[in-house]
C-alpha cells in the first residue's frame, strides 16, 4: 500500500471515530489525543485497525502518547519501518 | 500536642509532619510535595472560611477534575473539618445540578474543567453559593452575571494557616457520594469518618504501604474507589501519580512511566490492556500490588495480569459505596483459585476485619450453607445511609429478623459458602429475571456465553421486556469478529429452552457508564431502537 493511501485511510477513520465533527484545518499535524478526539476505547478500536492495515501485530512498546500525537506519528511508528 | 479524635484529614497530616519534602501528588510534569499539597489545601480553607456563611451544611464541594486543584479542593473540604462532595465535569451538566442541589452544599471550588461547564450548572442551581476559583485571576464578569452568587479568585486567596486543629466529629459525613438509583434519581451516600478511617487502617496493614509507593489513580473523584487511592497513599507518606488524559489512554506506559507500585483499577481496564498487547510477560516488574474492583473479575484477566505482572499479589476487591469503598477481598491463587472460581469469575472472598456477612433469603432469613441468596452485611464500614433520605435508607439499610443490627442490602447474588470457602459473586439480584415464568440468571448465561466464544466479556439481556420480566434472551459478545450462529448452536446446546439466547451480536466497543463499568442499559437501548431481528 502506498504511503498517501495509507494516511488517507488513516484519516478517514479518525473522522469517522472523532468525538467532535474535524475541522477544515484537519492534517496529518493536527493533534489528534491532545484535543480529545479520540477515547480510550478508539484506541484500542484503533490499534486493530493499523494492525489490520499493516498486515500484522504492533508491538507494545510503540503504542504510547508519541506514536498517537498525528497522522505523522502514526505513520512513522507503523508503516514507515517495516 | 493533644490527640485528635481520628477523621479522614489526619493520616495525611500526620504524613505531612513525618515526610513533608516527600512527593504527595504527582500530576503531568507536576510534583507536589506534602508541604506543597498542604499549603495549596489550606490557602483554599481559610478563604473559603472567611468568606463562608455562618450556617452551611459542613460539606465543601469539588466541581474539578485530574487536577491539582481537585486534589488540593478535597483535602481544602476535610481541613475546614467539612465532608467533600465531588461531582463531575466530565458528567452531563443536568445531572452535576440535580447533585449539587440535593447535596445543598453551600461552597464549591472549582478547577479550570469545571469553570467551563460553570455557567449551564448554575442556571437554575439556586442562590447564595460561594464560588472559589483558584485557577482563575478575574472573576469580577462571572460575579457580575450571577449576582446571586458570590465568586473568589486566584487574587482573593489568604496565606496558607496551620494545621487544622478543629475536633471533628468521627461520625460526621466525610464525603458524600451519588450513586445512581434505579428510579434515575442519584443517591447520596453519607460516608463518616469513621467508615473511611477503619477502611484505610485495614488496608495500610495488610499491603505494608510505606512512603515509598505510588499508587495509581484511575478513577474519578466521583467513583468511590478513588478514595481507597488518596487516603491509602497518605496515611503512610506515599505518592498519588495522577493520570493525565493521554496517560489513561495508554494504562501501560503510564505504570511504566510513573513507576507504580499499587495498582488499582476496574477489570475493564485490564481487558483494554490486554487487547493492546500491553500485558506481556514480564512487563510490570515494579508493581508490587494489583488490586481491581468494581465489577466481576474474569479469571482469563489474571491469568494474563499475572504474567504480566510477576513480582505483584493479585486481589480482588468488591464492595458498594454504601460499605465504604470494599468490604470483602480474596487474594489470587494460580493454583488453588481457578478451582474457586464459578462461572469463570474470581470469587470475592472474605468479609473485611470486622465486617459480617448473611447470606439471606427474600425474607432476610439467613440461607442454609451451600445455598444461594443476597448478601447482606454490617460492621464498621457500615455507612449512615443517604443524605436527607429516610424512605430509601430504610428500604435499603435493615435489621433482619432475629439479629439486633443493622445490615445493609447490597442488591448482589452469592453462595453462602461452607467454613474455609470464598464467597462467590453470582450477579445482580435484579439480573435475575423472569423469562416465560422461569426464573433465570443472566450470569449464567454469560458465563456460558464467554466459554463456548472464547471471548472475556460476554453480556445477557433480558429481550424483549415483557411487564413480568422477558419473552428472551439477547446475548452481546466483547469481540470484532464472531461465527454467531455457530456459537449460538453450541451455547443452546447447554442451556434450558428458557434460556436461549435468541440472538448473538458482537460489540467492538462496549457502551461504559460514568464509572467504566459496561452499560446494560445503553445495550438493552440498542435493542429497542433496532427493529427486532428475527430468529
Known sequence: MQELEVRGKLRDWIAKHAKKPLTAEFGDETP????????????????????????????????????????NTLYSAFFARS | MQPQSRSLRSGFLRSLERFPERPALQLANEILSYRQLFARASRLASTLSRHAAAAEPALTGVFAHRSVTAYAAVLAGLLRGHGYVPFNPNFPTDRTRSMLVRSDCRSVIVDAHGARQLAEVLAGAGN???????????VTALAAHWPQHRFLGARDLLDAGPPA?????????????????????????MVAHRNVTHFVDAMVERYAVTEHDRFSQTFDLTFDLSAFDMFVAWERGACLCCPTQSQKLFPGRYIADCGITIWFSVPSTAVLMGRLHMLKPGKYPGLRYSLFCGEALPVEVMRTWGAAAPNSILENLYGPTELTIACTLYRWDPARSPGESEQGVVPIGEAYPGMRILVTDERQEEVAIGEVGELLMTGPQLTPGYYRDPGRTA???????????????????????RPGQPLVYLGRVDNQIKIQGYRVELGEIEAILRQEAGVEVAVAIGWPVTASGADGIVGFLGTEAADTEAIRRRVISRLPPYMHPSEIRLVGEWPLNANGKIDRKALRATLSVDNRTQR
Open chain 1, 32 to 71: 489528534v489525543l491532545e484535543l480529545g478526539i479520540l477515547s480510550s476505547l478508539d484506541v484500542v478500536e484503533f490499534v486493530l485497525f493499523i494492525e489490520d492495515l499493516r498486515g500484522g501485530d504492533v508491538d507494545a512498546d510503540d503504542i504510547g502518547p508519541d506514536a498517537f500525537t498525528n497522522i
Open chain 2, 165 to 189: 486543629r478543629a475536633e471533628i466529629d468521627p461520625g460526621g459525613i466525610a464525603y458524600l457520594l451519588f450513586t445512581s438509583g434505579s428510579t434515575g434519581q442519584p443517591k447520596g451516600v
Open chain 2, 128 to 138: 447564595g453559593l460561594l464560588l472559589l476559583l483558584p485557577e482563575q485571576d478575574d
Open chain 2, 395 to 417: 428500604a435499603a439499610f435493615v435489621t433482619p429478623p432475629g439479629h439486633g443490627e443493622v445490615y445493609y442490602r447490597t442488591g448482589d447474588r452469592v453462595r453462602r459458602p
